[in-house]
């Protein structure tokens, strides 16, 4: 070959490059991500999976959920409150204020300018980061980020919402049985929902009068309940399955996507 | 070459044809370089300048650091830690465990956990000479106005942080209260205990 050498030079240097972008500049970029601490706590994330939802991270990639749904939530943008934390000594004078102030959707320096007035009128306001996102209010409290994933391998990312978006799923259906029965008969709990059933992950037993029900048995909602004598009893597949969707949860602000919690006083 | 192709070459050039250098028109010059140029402002908006933890709809770190949250009492807390650490931690130790012979400790000491706080604010604010018993101990001290300088928020985060840290429960100070007693003790030469214990908790 005449150019032989050049020809090895250009496909080695467009190779290399391509290597560069793809491989070496995201785990430069990416690749030393580590546990970081929650805004404003002193609590850690994330948390390493516990041994059942790691098992069922396995479950979950080898059933192909993955094929219907992401693990991604998307945020278009963010938004300041302003939250009246006190109305001090002049409250007539601070409502008064508030009434003429618009306190929802503002940038960050609105925010400040809006608190900076309602202060001199002797208030004090917190202001609250809000994400906003067609996904938020249905999927998640704030966008999915590197961090999220720092324990799972493979990420089960997902490209295609056949079903929702499973990125939060905990903090939406945090009842154990209802993951259990929603992975037996879908439609048993979510009416028209056009997931398969999984039952091979499940083992329908004959109970005889005399003996107990075990006690892992799914307990149906009215009119699915399995025929009088017998019971649904999760096999360890589908209970690994259901801890690692329990462990699927988005709830921590942190740096690089904050948001003010909501506190819910118990 | 064989005939065919030997036949089909222009008749009077009297060689094989040959590409020549042929200008670029300046249209695509033109072209070429707008593109640069929207990309690179593209780049400027978009990129985050390659910071791992800039994600959209973020566009730079400093933005960012503009929507981080701040609850009232944690970043009152977080001030409150940053001004002990530089002013008063270096004698009464970031542990507030004090140093001996130097300055008593503050952790549990009976002068902070007190149910008000007007006793406490006059110590940083008018500074501290002669005897006092903290903790069961005796301490001859002669401590400068240290919380003078400081402005009424600080003051007020500082001795809130010492008030709730290192197992002290005691409440909060505000920034307004901070500015009444420092009204109040405006031009005081360095107290006593005998004239703390004059004055009303």
């Given at each position: 070959m005449k150019n032989g050498f050049s020809v090895f030079l250009a496909s080695f240097l467009a190779l290399s490059l391509s290597w560069c972008g793809f491989v070496l500049g995201p785990a430069k970029q990416l690749g030393t991500q580590k546990q970081a601490a929650v805004l404003n706590s002193s609590d850690v994330y994330p948390i390493q999976r516990s041994g059942a939802a790691a098992l069922g991270l396995q479950v979950y990639r080898a059933n192909g959920c993955a094929a219907c749904h992401t693990e991604q939530v998307r945020q278009d943008g963010v938004a300041c409150e302003v939250v009246l934390a006190s109305a001090g000594k002049k409250p007539t004078a601070v409502s008064n204020l508030l009434s003429t102030l618009k306190l929802a959707g503002l940038t960050k320096e609105e925010a400040d300018a809006a608190s900076d007035k309602i202060s001199g009128a002797g208030g004090t306001v917190e202001t609250h980061v809000v994400p906003v996102g067609v996904e938020i209010p249905r999927w998640g409290l704030r966008q999915s980020v590197?961090?999220?994933?720092?324990?799972?391998?493979?990420?089960?990312?997902?490209?295609?919402?056949?079903?929702?978006?499973?990125?939060?799923?905990a903090a939406r259906f945090p009842d154990l049985n209802w993951q259990l029965v929603h992975l037996y008969a879908?439609?048993?709990?979510?009416?028209?929902?056009a997931m398969p059933p999984f039952r091979f992950l499940f083992e329908v037993r004959n109970i005889k009068p005399a003996d107990t029900p075990s006690p892992d048995a799914l307990k149906f909602p009215q009119g699915f309940a399995p025929p009088a004598g017998s019971e649904v009893v999760p096999t360890t597949e589908a209970k690994e399955l259901a801890a690692y969707l329990l462990s699927l949860k988005v709830d921590a602000p942190l740096y690089e996507a904050p948001f003010t919690p909501v506190m819910t006083k118990p | 070459m064989n005939d065919e192709a030997k036949s089909n070459c222009p008749a009077n050039t009297g060689g094989e044809p040959v590409a020549t250098n042929s200008p670029v028109p300046m249209a695509m010059v033109v072209l070429t370089l707008t593109l640069l140029f929207l990309g690179g402002v593209y780049f400027d908006h978009h990129?985050?300048?390659?910071?791992?933890?800039v994600y959209t709809p973020y566009v730079s770190a400093e933005q960012l650091d503009l929507y981080q949250p701040k609850s009232g009492a944690a970043a009152a807390a977080a001030q409150g830690k940053k001004v002990y650490e530089t002013v008063c931690g270096i004698c009464h130790g970031n542990d507030g465990m004090g140093k001996p012979a130097m300055a008593p400790p503050l952790a549990g000491s009976e002068w902070v956990i007190t149910a008000g706080f007007h006793r406490l604010a006059q110590i940083p604010l008018n500074g501290l000479n002669g005897n006092l018993q903290v903790e069961g101990k005796d301490w001859n001290l002669n401590m400068a106005p240290m919380g003078a300088a400081l402005s009424d928020a600080d003051l007020a985060a500082v001795l809130t942080y010492i008030r709730t840290s290192w197992g002290n429960k005691a409440g909060a100070v505000s920034a307004d209260d901070v500015k009444t007693i420092r009204a109040a003790a405006a031009g005081h030469p360095a107290i006593s205990a005998a004239q703390l214990n004059s004055i009303p908790e």
């Open positions: 590197a961090a999220d994933y720092l324990y799972d391998t493979p990420v089960q990312l997902g490209s295609l919402r056949a079903g929702p978006d499973l990125a939060n799923v879908p439609q048993a709990v979510v009416k028209n929902s | 990129s985050g300048w390659f910071n791992a933890r």
